[in-house]
């Protein structure tokens, strides 16, 4: 809570995108949540990343299911597209308006809570069907809105507010995307808006399901000492594997002389990501090493950062479905509805 | 860059832009809120601490600080910090008994000051609580010097004048009023331990073109303007030209009005952008009808059988050569006329003080001054007002008087008068509990009060029918609410901060920014969350912070003090602080 609502003032050398939309233009109401909750953050990124891309607020959908995390939608793009699932729901909602509408920029915001309890096997089903959506994961390790108990994604050791330790393994999701085929997975901080800001804008361009795992401190119940989600604990132990530079459709791409080692992914649109490997042998294009090198990290107590796997050659929902490429709901009624004849026809086929 | 010395108390006093810019640094958004409240009394004292005339001074201030005001940066018009000066003034109770007060027991020093003006009304203020016995000397019958003669009564009722002297006069001043200084000298060696000359730049500048002296009806302003106050002139001819654009020609030009002009013109030699009247007088003059020529050089008076009939003027048109602004002549216009008053500026003169006492003099005749402790080259006589460096406003006067009063009570008692008392701030959180602020914390968009006059058939009735009619009890609620409160300061301890950034994310401004400190400032200052490029404002650079050494950093340019990077802060880190200066004055360390 705040006291009062942002005054409608801005600074003078602010300056408007491409749409002549200042950044203001893609906030929402006041956040309710605690001061200091990552989760703040993270909506701050989101917003400079949609102001950057020039994203249209009115073609865009902004998803999610329960808790903190799923608060976090009404904080930014008030002019959206918005649906607030039940609890867990929100991968299946989003892929049911994404099989109507393909056209949309679909932005699912979840928690740890929502995504890997609750809400696991609606994740995974939407990571196998490739549904094209951002899937913004915000990870605390804690039931902050039941006041800290672990969630599914507390390490092993890690101590909560009073000080007991968590002694059941922690479910991974980056490393479960990756099983489940996921074809884009990264990992950032909310702290780190400098390598978060670039990973969102790669996962709203790539074609298909972006995973973001995001370290988003919970102020209020795992941010002590301890604590293996607090704001010190992340800055002490995060590696950053692949340092990610997005470059949008319109800009030309220069490649640093002396990195031989840096890959470009062009994306669905046009524009592309350039992934600089911060460990030599690293390659952001093989399943199996992205899942080594979190396991190794994971393994040496250390929070593997950045975009650790992408393919944009895979297919989505709707080539898996061969779907028309008008969205559906925009199809004529007597198209997308044939009658009881067309009906009828088809049954025969079966008979 | 280094980090900010917030400990000094210059860096929190630059913050609160309109106290910054006022010569005496009134502490305007606390007097402010003290009107919002309803506290008339408490806001005119704390007013009146170092400004000495509220009431005066909110009819007539040059109001530096409302250029200065954040709240004109924001949404283009500043709070009208004097007009509410004066609704303190104006809506006050009695406030006698609150007033400083002289002891009955002296200290036994004797101080002479020459002129009844504010600047010495306000050395008379400082030193008489002090116990120092005070001799007034004032060629006229009543204090208060330019504000009584040379400010109409329509502007400023003579009674608001009466009773804000009488406050410091009625402390225990023996005044000498009638009484002219004829000689330095002989004033001198009456013994005094300290003598304050604030007798003004008394003498209207004149124009030695053609025609100057060959006809009564070309007057000086100041001098015509005296004579109205005592009522020597009582009227004036139909057409009048006012030959200048400062603000006694605008008081010139409203005075013909009351008198009989019908006709009355004020001619510039430059353009508007050039003027030294304050705007919202010119405004004023031209809605009474005045007109207002520019870009037109006085040439010569036309006189015709001895009398005036009309002055000749070249029409100019400015060009800028090299950076600086240069006429040419287009051709001469004369335009008619029955009166001419000269209002070109004001001139010192120092007949009366004897060369040979070890006051220095300028070449321009002008006392060779210091700008900080107003002594003259002769310890123990001190200079300020318009008579130390020349014509300057009120406020400035007032301030000179306080300066002055600190030097004379350092002289009179051995001590070095360059050694000055320092200045201090209090620094007090405003955090009254969970998301609750000392004070009104939310932006009010209301757009700047408009003053109500008298209806122009009114006014010209008489001169002293005030034009301004105050604003009411519910306007100044509400301009109070247009303040910014800039003296709330956002108070950061770094080694609080968590690096969450919420402060960066919240600022409705863009203020904030959490970044290395590794280039020089004027780098710094493009790379910040809104590029910082007003340079007139100060950014502030935090010590390192504790996880990632990075630094904050803050924008000072737009800041609406509006509290909400302390409100999100989970650590306290952000705070506000009601900054207060403490000021020094003779005598006492603050007040």
Known sequence: MSSITKPPIRHPSLQKNALGLS?????????????????????????????ELDLPPHRAAKMSGIGCSSKTTGYFMKQSHGFNSVHGRMPSVTSGANAANRD???????????????????????????????YVLENNGVYGLTKGQFSASA???????????????????????????ATFVARSFSGDKQQLIPIIKAGLAHHGFALIDIISPCVSFNDHEGSTKSYAHTRAQSVELVEADFVPLRREIRLPAQHPAVSVVKLHDGSSVCLRATDGSYDP?????????????????????????????A?????????????????????????KGALDTLMARYR | MPPTDVANPRYYHKVVDCQWACPAHTNVPQYLRLIGLGRYDDSY??????????????????RPCEPACRRGRVDEKPVAICRLKRVAADLRGDITDRLP?????????????????????TVANDLLPLGYDVTIYERHTKPGGLMRFNIPAFRLPEQVLDEECGYIVDMGATMKYGTTVDSMKALIAEGYDAVYVGSGAPRGKDLEIPGRWDAPAILTGMEWLSSVHFGHVQKIDKRVIIIGVGNTAMDCCRTSLRLGATDVKVVARRSREFFKASPWELEDAEHEGVQIIENHAPKQFVIENGRLVGMEFERLQWSTVDGRQKSTVLDTVVIPCDAVILAIGQDNAFPWIERDLGIEFSDTQMPVVDKVTHQSSRPGVYFGGDAAWGPQNIIWAVEHGHQAAISIHLHCWGRDVTARPAPGMTLVSAKLGLHAWSYNNDYNPSPRATMQHEALVRRFESMNVEVELGFTPEQSAREVERCLNCDLETHFAADLCIECDACVDVCPTSCLTITQNHSPVDELRQRLSAPALNATQEIYVSTLLPQTKRVMVKDEDVCLHCGLCADRCPTAAWDMRQFDLLKPYAGVEHR
């Open chain 1, 315 to 339: 297919r989505d929902l709707h080539d898996m479905n061969r779907t028309v490429a008008t969205p559906l709901a925009e199809l004529p009624f007597e198209v997308l509805c044939p009658g």
């Open chain 2, 101 to 121: 007060k002289a002891p009955a027991q002296k200290n036994g020093k004797r101080v002479a000051l020459i002129g009844a003006g504010p600047s010495s009304l």
């Open chain 1, 23 to 51: 950044k203001q233009d893609y906030e929402g109401g006041m956040s309710t949540l605690c001061a200091g909750c990552g989760h703040d953050s993270v909506t701050a990124a989101l917003i400079q990343a949609f102001w």
């Open chain 1, 104 to 134: 949309l920029t679909y932005i699912g915001v979840s928690g740890d809570g929502d995504s890997l309890s609750i809400g696991l096997g609606q994740m995974a089903h939407a990571i196998r069907r490739n549904v094209n959506m951002l």
């Open chain 2, 45 to 62: 004292l704390l007013n009146r601490q170092s400004n000495v005339f509220p009431g005066i001074l909110g009819r007539t201030c040059d």
């Open chain 1, 285 to 313: 294009n093989d399943r199996d090493t992205a899942y080594q090198h979190v396991r190794a990290c994971q393994s040496r107590g250390e929070v593997a950062t950045g975009l650790l796997f992408v393919d944009e050659a």
């Open chain 1, 155 to 181: 390490d092993v050791g890690s101590k909560s507010k009073k000080g007991e330790a968590n002694e059941q393994n922690p479910i991974d999701p980056l490393l479960l995307a990756l099983t489940l085929g």
